[in-house]
């Protein structure tokens, strides 16, 4: 039971420490971490939308741009199947 709380759990944490990264002063992290995000996919819907009302413009431009590339990926993913 405990590693299941784990594993549910453990994207919400990487999409948090993903999140602060679209914060840096790197554009390489920055990418890496849009990467990463798109990867977690719906898992990381939730932190991204409480970014995406951030007050860093940046941030929640590019945590909008995420959840419609998410969105996209979840539409046309079935169709490709």
Same mark, same amino acid.
């Given at each position: 039971?405990? *590693?299941? +709380?784990?594993?549910?759990?453990?994207? @919400?944490?990487? !999409?948090?420490?993903? +999140?602060?990264?679209?914060?840096? #002063?790197? %554009?390489?992290?920055? #990418?890496?971490?849009?990467? $990463?995000? $798109?990867? @977690?996919? #719906?898992? %990381?819907i939730p932190e991204l939308e409480s970014a995406s009302k951030g007050k860093d413009?940046?941030? !929640?431009?590019? =945590?909008? =741009?995420? @959840?419609? =590339? +998410?969105? +996209?990926?979840? $539409?046309? *993913?079935? $169709? @490709?199947?």
């Amino acid at each position: 039971m405990l *590693t299941l +709380i784990a594993a549910l759990l453990l994207p @919400l944490q990487d !999409a948090r420490e993903l +999140i602060q990264k679209l914060q840096s #002063d790197k %554009a390489g992290e920055r #990418d890496d971490a849009g990467r $990463k995000l $798109k990867e @977690l996919g #719906d898992a %990381a819907i939730p932190e991204l939308e409480s970014a995406s009302k951030g007050k860093d413009p940046e941030v !929640a431009a590019r =945590a909008r =741009a995420l @959840l419609r =590339a +998410i969105e +996209i990926r979840r $539409k046309l *993913t079935p $169709k @490709l199947l």
